[in-house]
């Protein structure tokens, strides 16, 4: 959007989570990025980038084999973002390892939000991560 905008952008055009220097799309950074890819392939979803976003959430959702797909879908979205985020405003480099400490974080603030069987099924997520 700043890009469409014409503001300069040349620092972040790049994708910041990796070494490919591939423009950094939602597609790429959300998506297709090898770090990305590390993330969901930990939390157990399959993301086909080839087809719409919508269509490729809605086709991952039937194929993940645990609960509570919109939640964790988004918890590792954030993350994923919060990564970037931290290093174009803060200068602190991505890592996987931190991605999963605060995704792992968050699930956790997420048992105090659900039922018990649901709780009890994060608790036992978070600790298989
Ligand atoms: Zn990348």
Redesign the pocket.
């Known amino acids: 959007m700043l890009k469409r905008s014409h503001y300069l952008i040349a620092d972040i055009e790049s ?1 910041v ?2 070494t ?1 220097q ?1 423009e950094e799309t939602i597609d ?2 959300i998506f297709n ?3 990305s890819q590390a993330c969901w392939d930990k939390i157990g979803i399959s993301y086909n980038s080839n087809i719409s976003r919508i269509e490729a959430t809605i086709r991952a959702k039937e194929i993940y084999s645990g609960r509570l797909f919109i939640e964790i879908f988004t918890i590792t979205t954030w993350n994923i973002w919060k990564e970037r985020n931290n290093f174009i405003f803060n200068q602190i480099n991505p890592t996987y390892n931190a991605w999963l400490e605060r995704t792992k974080a968050d699930l956790s603030w997420l048992r105090y939000k659900v039922s018990t069987d649901l709780s009890d099924y994060i608790t036992s997520l978070v600790n298989n991560l």
Do not use: G, K, M, S
């Open positions: 994708c989570l990796c490919a591939e790429h950074l990025c090898p770090f």
